[in-house]
């Protein structure tokens, strides 16, 4: 059974950072791309960030030069590194994966897996 689970969410000030985590269990993390999408009262779920498996990345353009996303393949884990947090940050924060090696996706229509979600509350 596949299985993800995102920590690190909580309440910041306006300029602040938080680091998001997301274990995975089930399979061979190698094999998998994995996302980070967030989803804010009212609005549509949003793709993020993104990785494959050979550590290609891609970020979302409201994201740029504040996010990046990384990941430890031994201890297979996702991390979403978040700095210079705005107001409009706040939302639900998941992670999600596919079986594809190849190809970090910010469509959530790509992705098989998401875990449950961890909140991230900015305030200004």
């Known amino acids: 059974q596949i299985q993800l689970v995102e920590s690190g969410g909580d309440s910041v000030q306006a300029g602040g950072s938080l680091r998001l985590s997301c274990s995975v269990f089930g399979y061979i993390y190698s094999s998998y791309s994995i996302g980070w999408f967030r989803r804010s009262s009212g609005k549509e779920r949003e793709g993020v960030a993104g990785?494959?498996?050979?550590?290609?990345?891609t970020l979302a353009y409201s994201v740029r030069g504040r996010f990046t996303i990384s990941q430890d393949n031994a201890k297979k884990t996702l991390y979403l590194q978040m700095n210079s947090l705005k107001p409009e940050d706040t939302a639900m924060y998941y992670c999600?994966?596919?079986?594809?090696?190849?190809?970090?996706?910010?469509?959530?229509?790509?992705?098989?897996?998401w875990g449950q979600g961890t909140q991230v509350t900015v305030s200004s």
């Open positions: 990785i494959d498996s050979y550590g290609t990345t």
């Open positions: 999600a994966a596919r079986p594809l090696r190849t190809g970090a996706s910010l469509r959530a229509g790509d992705y098989n897996y």
